[in-house]
């Protein structure tokens, strides 16, 4: 009872804030009824900077869609600004972006901890957030943030889909745990212990690293003295390849879950050696471009037509690139959704407004919905386990149920 009140004051909160916007009058209009401004910012540089390829994707994209001649008649200007994953830098960028060049909303900026540094002042400046580059639950809280809206699964979501799998199949096995030492890596091993519940009394050793850490050997052998069953990594595409190749190396086989941003072969497991990754356990909502399952799929034909044409630098088959695309693909549907009203409260409402939306690169059977309460447009992900050469999808989609009340 306690959760349905909670949600109905969501509902109720929600639909008062977007009220308050429509009283606006319009007053947002970009300087320019000829083009719309999005502002964005990107670990270019840094400990971070393999996810810089989400904003070179989207920046393609948006080329792209410019060439087809822009949106309802306007072109996109998309400007994009390195962070270095700063959560001040992120602020001040946003800020100028914001106040300097006069974007007209904020999106896809990468990485929790910026996102929560600017979510508070896009909020009371009314500038949408829209479709941030991370799944932690606290930034699609529409009761209190209504100007700032994830897109992907969230990560304790996630970590409770390993849980449940180690469950259903291992239930009685011993497991160890490899974290990222961040907001990233935190959210998702506390999804595997929310979902483990009793049986997290079979984690016999969790280790935490930091992303420049230079003792990935010694936590691999620690772990493997521990005598688990199950290793679970929880991290970035360079380290789990690291991880992966060295367990080989110790003649360690268990069994291997990684979280889905390492599930990449290209980043991940082609590096760790693709013998040493076989059998690698993960949970996926987007099509692995190095993956040859896809090779006749109209989509990724489509999507590397793109890369061919308007993205050369960057190589055809990073799964960071994949999820940028994506991502600049639902915010154009949105767009497309205004018609010829771009100001930042229709924005928000159209971007509240999607209903069993396709995205082209999502796996089958994946969509994205949102309402005035939910604003985790995808909350689904398939199982999938690598063979040695391609991803193997397994069991149902799952959906994650997530609901605003969940994330306090």
């Known amino acids: 009872m306690r959760v349905i009140g909670r949600m109905l004051f969501a509902s109720v909160i929600a639909v008062a804030s977007l009220g308050a916007m429509s009283q606006q009058q319009h007053s947002d209009q970009p300087a320019s009824d000829q083009e ?64 300097t060049d006069g974007v007209h909303l904020m999106f896809g900026s990468f990485g929790t901890p910026g996102n929560l540094a600017t979510r508070r002042y896009l909020n009371e400046m009314k500038i949408p957030q829209l479709f941030v580059a991370t799944g932690d639950e606290e930034l699609s809280q529409p009761s209190a943030f209504p100007w700032t809206m ?3 699964p969230s990560f304790r979501s996630e970590g409770r889909i390993y849980a449940n799998y180690i469950q ?53 052998s620690i772990l493997k003295r521990a005598g688990a069953d199950i290793f679970v990594f929880l991290g970035v595409p360079s380290t789990a390849s690291k991880v992966i190749k060295l367990a080989a190396s110790m003649n360690w086989r268990p069994v291997f879950i990684v979280n889905d941003a390492s599930a990449s072969i ?16 993960s949970a996926a909502f987007l099509k692995d471009p190095s993956d040859p399952a896809w090779k006749n799929d109209p989509a990724m034909k489509d999507w590397f037509a793109f890369m061919d044409k ?22 154009a549907q949105v767009l ?27 796996l089958p059977n994946i969509r994205m919905s949102t309402s005035l ?25 799952i959906e994650t149920a997530f609901t605003e009340g969940a994330a306090r």
């Open 168 to 220: 259903a199949y291992y239930p009685r096995k011993k497991i160890v745990v490899l974290w990222q030492n961040d907001q990233f890596g935190r959210m998702l091993y506390k999804g595997i212990q929310e979902g483990l519940g009793d049986l997290n009394r079979h984690v016999l050793v969790d280790i935490a690293f930091d992303l420049a850490d230079e003792h990935l050997d010694g936590h691999i």
């Open 336 to 362: 497309k959704q205004c018609g010829d009203d771009f100001s930042r409260e229709n924005i928000m409402r159209q971007a509240a407004s999607l209903r069993d939306v396709n995205p082209s690169l999502a």
């Open 310 to 331: 308007y993205h050369q630098v960057e190589s055809t088959n990073n799964s960071a690139a994949v999820f940028g695309y994506a991502a600049a693909e639902a915010l």
């Open 266 to 281: 290209a980043n991940a497991m082609a590096p760790a050696g693709l013998e040493n990754s076989a059998g690698v356990i």
């Open 36 to 99: 719309i401004r999005i502002g964005n910012v990107m670990p270019y540089s840094g400990s971070l900077s393999e996810f810089g390829a989400i904003g070179q994707a989207e920046a393609a994209y948006f080329d792209m869609v410019n060439a087809r001649g822009g949106i309802n008649g306007r072109k996109i200007r998309f400007i994009t600004r390195d962070d270095n994953s700063d959560p001040g830098t992120a602020l001040e960028l946003t800020r100028k972006l914001v106040e």
């Open 150 to 152: 994830g897109w992907q």
């Open 373 to 397: 309460n939910n604003y985790l447009p995808i909350r689904q992900m398939r199982l999938v386990q690598f063979d040695g050469r391609s991803w193997q999808q397994f069991g149902d989609v």
